[in-house]
Each structure stands twice: as structure tokens, then as C-alpha cells.
T-cell receptor, first 115, second 114 residues
Framework: EADIYQTPRYLVIGTGKKITLECSQT?????MYWYQQDPGMELHLIHY???????EKGDLSSESTVSRIRTEHFPLTLESARPSHTSQYLC??????????????FGPGTRLTVL | KNQVEQSPQSLIILEGKNCTLQ??????????LRWYKQDTGRGPVSLTI?????NTKSNGRYTATLDADTKQSSLHITASQLSDSASYIC?????????????FGRGTQLTVWP
């Protein structure tokens, strides 16, 4: 079991609210990622980070933002939630290298529902 | 376009039976291929990882194969158990970036019945 945590696990919120999804890992990994996953669909990368003060947008356009002030912490923020943001959000981390060492360890996910 | 296709989309088998899941990919340049297991409402967990030179990799009752020439992989599950019910995701990594871009399949939803 990987040491990567996400809170909350489930969140139901009204349109227009600001939310922050938390992700923390205790493995000292440099790289961290946020994915969005809809039922029966593949994971889509929305944000990633190579390390502290590094953030990049992923393949899937997202209205969310991320920050990486500490190595272990990679929160995702939605300034104004909309029903189209309803999805499962998965956080992951990996070591600095590439290839086999790039195995990503996933958190349990946050199931977000925007009414 | 780099893609990962999995089949079947879903599969139902009886406890104790074997099954094989398929993965075809077009990712290039290829670095490695992973099979992940994702339980409902949980994050994916890595089962196996194979590089270009590996043909077979086992992890308990899970055996993955890789044919890098035809760009195909399979995951064979032996003597299935109820706890095997999950989505099995094929993930291919390319060699072309420092990020080690991952390409995800949509998964095969396996249900094991008693």
C-alpha cells in the first residue's frame, strides 16, 4: 500500500463554491500528478509537478489550479465549481527518474459531485 | 497518435476459473508497460511492469506477457478469486520525455461470481 493520501474521499457541493482537494505523500517523491477519471473511461492527466515550485498543465484542459509549496503536498483548487466538474480526481506520485522508476503510486481518489 | 486499447471492455467469470485480458498499443518510442488493478472507488495499484526486453512477468496469480514486435500485451489471471473483481488497466510509458508520459487504456472490468 502506497503512502499517498487524499481528502476528502467524497464531496458533494453546490455550484459556484470554491473547493480544494488535498493530496499528501510521505515517500519523498519529487513528481506528483493529478488525474481526472470518469466512469468507464481512461485517466486523463490534468496537472503535474516535477518538484517544489514546479507546476505544469497536463493533457486535459482543466479549470482547476495546483500549487507545490512543499514536496509532500500537492493540493488542487477549483475557484468556482460547476456540474461539469463532477468526476473522480486521483493524485499520484513517483520518483525523480524515468523508465521503471517512474512507477506512479496512486491515492484513493476524491469523488466530487457538483449539484 | 499514441493509444492504448483494451479488450474485452467487461468480463464475468466464475470463481476458480482463469481469464486473459488483452492490451494493444501504438505508443512510440516505447519504454515500459504496466498493468494496474483498480478496485471500485480506489486508486490504481501496480501489478506488473515490463520493459522492451521482457516477455513475461508474474506476480502471484497474475502473469503478464509482452510482444513488443506486435505491440500487444496480455494479463492472465489464474484460479480467480472474488477479490479479483476490479478494473484492470494497461498503461504504456513512452521514452520521449523526462516526464515519462503515461498512456492509459480504459480498462477491463472483471467480475468474479461465486
Amino acid at each position: 500500500e502506497a503512502d499517498i493520501y487524499q481528502t476528502p474521499r467524497y464531496l458533494v457541493i453546490g455550484t459556484g463554491k470554491k473547493i480544494t482537494l488535498e493530496c499528501s505523500q510521505t515517500m519523498g517523491h519529487d513528481k506528483m500528478y493529478w488525474y481526472q477519471q470518469d466512469p468507464g473511461m481512461e485517466l486523463h492527466l490534468i496537472h503535474y509537478s516535477y518538484g517544489v515550485n514546479s507546476t505544469e498543465k497536463g493533457d486535459l484542459s482543466s479549470e482547476s489550479t495546483v500549487s507545490r509549496i512543499r514536496t509532500e503536498h500537492f493540493p488542487l483548487t477549483l475557484e468556482s465549481a460547476r456540474p461539469s466538474h463532477t468526476s473522480q480526481y486521483l493524485c499520484a506520485s513517483s520518483e525523480r527518474g524515468s523508465g521503471i522508476s517512474n512507477t506512479q503510486y496512486f491515492g484513493p481518489g476524491t469523488r466530487l459531485t457538483v449539484l | 497518435k499514441n493509444q492504448v486499447e483494451q479488450s474485452p471492455q467487461s468480463l464475468i467469470i466464475l470463481e476458480g476459473k482463469n481469464c486473459t485480458l488483452q492490451c494493444n498499443y501504438t505508443v512510440s518510442p516505447f519504454s515500459n508497460l504496466r498493468w494496474y488493478k483498480q478496485d471500485t472507488g480506489r486508486g490504481p495499484v501496480s501489478l506488473t511492469i515490463m520493459t522492451f526486453s521482457e516477455n513475461t512477468k508474474s506476480n502471484g496469480r497474475y502473469t503478464a506477457t509482452l510482444d513488443a514486435d506486435t505491440k500487444q500485451s496480455s494479463l492472465h489471471i489464474t484460479a480467480s478469486q472474488l477479490s479479483d473483481s476490479a478494473s484492470y488497466i494497461c498503461v504504456v510509458s513512452d521514452r520521449g520525455s523526462t516526464l515519462g508520459r503515461l498512456y492509459f487504456g480504459r480498462g477491463t472490468q472483471l467480475t468474479v461470481w461465486p
